[in-house]
């Protein structure tokens, strides 16, 4: 079960955590924590997995359909940085973050 990180500060420092503990193979996928569940995301994000589903319709978060019976739907861990550090950029562009 992944943390509660109240700020990006603590979102970047998880990944970074998680990062450090993957091995990467000779293809270049990750073994280890390579993607998040959706319920997982909206813990790191702070938000209900509603939002995070409206986050990957509307293309803002990228999500990947795993083939499977339940056809789960999961985000990748640069996918999921990625996300944060534009929101992180947008946000000192309009003077939110200090």
């Not at 998880?14 to 503990?21: D, N, P, W």
């Not at 861990?77 to 003077?95: F, I």
Request: glycine fraction near 8%; charged fraction near 20%.
């Amino acid at each position: 079960m992944l943390g509660n990180p109240n700020s990006s500060v603590g979102l970047a420092q998880h990944l970074a955590r998680e990062s450090q503990t993957t091995n990467h193979n000779t293809n270049g996928l990750t073994s280890g924590r390579a993607f998040y569940k959706i319920a997982d995301v909206a813990q790191v994000l702070c938000v209900s997995e509603s939002t995070v589903y409206r986050l990957i319709e509307s293309r803002r978060l990228a999500g990947v359909k795993v083939a499977g019976p339940d056809s789960a739907i999961r985000v990748s861990a640069q996918d999921l940085q990625r996300y944060v550090e534009q929101q992180r950029t947008a946000a000192l562009w309009e003077g939110d973050v200090q």
